[in-house]
């Protein structure tokens, strides 16, 4: 029993002194930034991850090269969630035993709405490059770079309606993904208004996204002429070896969760020929920002950047626009920083890669404009 | 002729859960045991072959034949490994708790050496698509041919070397009572092993033909249809044969149909509500044989 007491006091101890630690770390910052970063740098959406890790490791390289924020230089840690809810909100507590001060995460939808979740009770200062559900923003202290869900499907049903590209059109989406419902959802209500006719909308689920026979023979039994796509890259690239393989000739077109599709390991890029996507960055657009950005990256990463990439590579300077205009030092705590960039976004104006005069609501939505694209000869071209 | 269509679609899908379901029910008859990682069996049998044809670059039938090999070897050694010391175990929770670790475990090792990205794997069959009726209003991919066949030549293949081999014979002799077997001579311990060899060689297969027909590869490959197919061979009689590959069939129909005609988001809903009816009209499933506990 005697042993016992000891143990458990040793254990106590030991406790104590780690508690008090950790207090140490969360409630003040140094004398640099502290960015953390979390997105899927393995796993089925890999290609993002990446993009986003290196987009805003350019941004953050260059901005220290100039001086840093304010004086105060940048330092950058990210995190791998694999696409998986959980082990994002772990490496958002792992960055916050860093000493984050500011959050540029989670790249997906799901995992960002988790990690907000635990965010707000920070008031830490998030983010999303490209987490596009209404959900992510649905705390006051998370901002977004990419279009919400809502507003892609509204910009696929008007663009498909007012340049005439199908009359008929049915839709393949995943319905146990908010990004993908929620695209639809707002897609299906804004056809309404529009020259074109959904003839078949159907599902698959996180468990059924094998097999895409029957979806696709009731997209050809309906007379579709184009197949819109509110999906992520993987499954879409079934689809279209599924499609071609059954002999089915549809137009396909998607939102950003296309753009990576090319990057599939052994994918036969003939296949994505003439698929169209809307998405707000093209790396072959001809503007002297764009170039500079598709340049250094190649220089860096030897890879052509993706909307991805540009979206984190704004991210960063859209951190750095606000942290300039609340003129907030990175000593402050993490609420304090949070209170005052959160104060600084609805005021800022910023000129990115991914749209010109950017602006935020209160909500946390960017307001800007999408472009189009289409594969050509294994790229993505800007439709003029 | 859309619904024609579908039955085909629904067949292949099928012959693909009763290959694998075929896995299933032979360990469990024999070795009365659930192989939780014979999904994932599958998934390695697919890199191998992904890694051989289109990494290497070498030719499509060493790299079926190395997949198969290798399948086997991999079979034996896990039963070896992980099963074999156990199956003396006073709980039989311990062997199925110990599946489910190796499936972990070929899970976490695929992740580790080819990543989580997803590879487009490049179809095995170099069949053309078959197209039936006016202006191929009814085509069948090469992909479906050569599934359907397969799992019908394995079937008899299968059903032939039970009943006609001494191999065959041992089996069922096992299955029935290890005890006595062990009596009358029967290797009880090679004859498992045997099993375990034969299941993971179907699994390779399983696995080509799944990949050939959906391409996309990543370390959770197996584990989806490796349950969809454990879910086929409880539905027609574990331990079964025949059951297995009829359980797999209906299983893959009842999928296919049930997105087209019903709804594609509940089509899995549906498919385990049809396996809780036949459950509860005969726990033992469709060809499932009614064994005596012996106290």
């Given at each position: 029993m005697k042993k016992f007491t000891k143990l458990f006091a040793v254990v106590l101890s030991t406790a104590m002194v780690v508690a008090s630690f950790a207090g140490c770390g969360s409630a003040k910052g140094g004398d640099t930034w502290k960015i953390g970063g979390i997105g899927p740098t393995t796993g089925g959406a890999a290609v993002y991850g990446i993009a986003v890790q290196n987009g805003a490791d350019l941004a953050i390289k260059e901005i220290n090269e100039k001086g840093g924020i304010n004086g105060h230089k940048i330092e950058y840690n990210f995190q791998d969630d694999e696409l998986d809810n959980e082990k994002s909100v772990n490496a958002y507590n792992a960055l916050k035993d860093w000493g984050m001060n500011v959050l540029v995460g989670s790249v997906t939808s799901g995992c960002c709405i988790a990690v907000a979740a635990e965010s707000v009770n920070d008031n830490m200062f998030q983010i999303t490059p490209s987490g596009s559900a209404p959900d992510c923003i649905a705390n006051k202290n998370v901002f977004q770079v990419c279009f919400n869900d809502p507003n892609q499907g509204i910009g696929a049903a008007s663009y498909i309606g007012s340049n005439n590209v199908a009359s008929k059109v049915a839709v393949i989406y995943d319905s146990s993904d908010v990004?993908?419902?929620?695209?639809?959802?707002?897609?299906?209500?804004?056809?309404?208004?529009?020259?074109?006719?959904?003839?078949?909308?159907?599902?698959?689920?996180?468990?059924?996204?094998?097999?895409?026979?029957?979806?696709?023979?009731?997209?050809?039994?309906?007379?579709?002429?184009?197949?819109?796509?509110?999906?992520?890259?993987?499954?879409?690239?079934?689809?279209?070896?599924?499609?071609?393989?059954?002999?089915?000739?549809?137009?396909?077109?998607?939102?950003?969760?296309?753009?990576?599709?090319?990057?599939?390991?052994?994918?036969?890029?003939?296949?994505?020929?003439?698929?169209?996507?809307?998405?707000?960055?093209?790396?072959?657009?001809?503007?002297?920002?764009?170039?500079?950005?598709?340049?250094?990256?190649?220089?860096?990463?030897?890879?052509?950047?993706?909307?991805?990439?540009?979206?984190?590579?704004?991210?960063?300077?859209?951190?750095?626009?606000?942290?300039?205009?609340?003129?907030?030092?990175?000593?402050?705590?993490?609420?304090?920083?949070?209170?005052?960039?959160?104060?600084?976004?609805?005021?800022?104006?910023?000129?990115?890669?991914?749209?010109?005069?950017?602006?935020?609501?209160?909500?946390?939505?960017?307001?800007?404009?999408?472009?189009?694209?289409?594969?050509?000869?294994?790229?993505?071209?800007?439709?003029? | 002729m859309s619904f024609i269509t579908y039955l085909i679609n629904g067949i292949s899908l099928g012959s693909v859960y009763a290959i694998i379901a075929l896995g299933y029910t032979m360990v469990y008859g024999i070795a009365k045991m659930l192989n939780f990682a014979h999904g994932d069996v599958i998934m390695i049998g697919c890199y191998t072959v992904f890694t051989i044809v289109s990494t290497l670059n070498l030719p499509t039938w060493l790299g079926m034949i190395v997949s198969i090999v290798l399948c086997t070897v991999l079979g034996i050694t896990i039963e070896a490994v992980a099963y074999r010391p156990l199956r003396q175990a006073s709980s039989s929770l311990a062997v199925l708790i110990t599946a489910i670790g190796v499936s972990y475990l070929l899970q976490n090792v695929a992740l580790l050496i080819f990543g989580a990205n997803t590879k487009s794997f490049t179809s095995v069959v170099n069949i053309s698509a078959l197209k039936l009726g006016k202006d191929g209003a009814l085509t069948i991919t090469g992909e479906t041919i050569v599934t359907i066949s397969a799992c019908i030549i394995i079937m008899i293949a299968l059903t032939m070397f039970v009943n006609k081999t001494k191999a065959g014979q041992a089996m069922l002799a096992v299955s029935e009572d290890k005890g006595a077997a062990q009596l009358m001579g029967i290797n009880v311990n090679a004859t498992i092993s045997l099993t375990f060899a034969i299941g993971s060689a179907l699994a390779a297969i399983a696995g080509m033909l799944l990949c050939s027909s959906y391409p996309a590869l990543t370390p959770y490959t197996g584990s989806m249809p490796g349950i969809k197919a454990f879910v086929a061979a409880v539905f027609g009689g574990i331990g079964s044969i025949p059951g297995a590959f009829i359980g797999g069939i209906i299983l893959g129909i009842i999928e296919i149909l049930s997105k087209a005609y019903i709804s594609s988001q509940l089509s899995d809903a549906i498919v385990f509500l049809v396996l809780i009816v036949v459950l509860v009209v005969k726990p033992t499933g469709i060809l499932g044989r009614k064994i005596q506990e012996k106290v």
């Open positions: 990004y993908s419902s929620g695209i639809y959802q707002k897609f299906a209500q804004e056809a309404a208004n529009q020259p074109f006719d959904i003839v078949s909308a159907e599902a698959f689920t996180a468990d059924s996204k094998t097999d895409f026979s029957v979806q696709l023979q009731k997209a050809a039994d309906a007379g579709a002429e184009l197949v819109f796509l509110p999906i992520y890259y993987t499954e879409a690239s079934l689809i279209l070896t599924q499609a071609a393989s059954a002999g089915y000739s549809f137009k396909f077109f998607g939102c950003d969760g296309l753009d990576g599709i090319l990057g599939v390991e052994n994918f036969d890029t003939s296949l994505a020929e003439g698929v169209m996507l809307l998405t707000p960055f093209a790396a072959d657009a001809a503007d002297e920002k764009t170039q500079h950005f598709v340049k250094a990256y190649e220089e860096a990463y030897g890879d052509t950047p993706n909307q991805f990439a540009a979206d984190a590579y704004d991210a960063v300077y859209i951190i750095k626009a606000a942290i300039e205009k609340a003129n907030i030092e990175p000593s402050a705590s993490v609420s304090e920083i949070g209170d005052a960039l959160e104060k600084a976004m609805t005021e800022i104006t910023v000129d990115g890669l991914t749209g010109e005069a950017m602006n935020w609501d209160a909500n946390g939505a960017v307001n800007k404009a999408p472009k189009a694209m289409e594969i050509k000869d294994g790229n993505y071209a800007l439709i003029q | -």
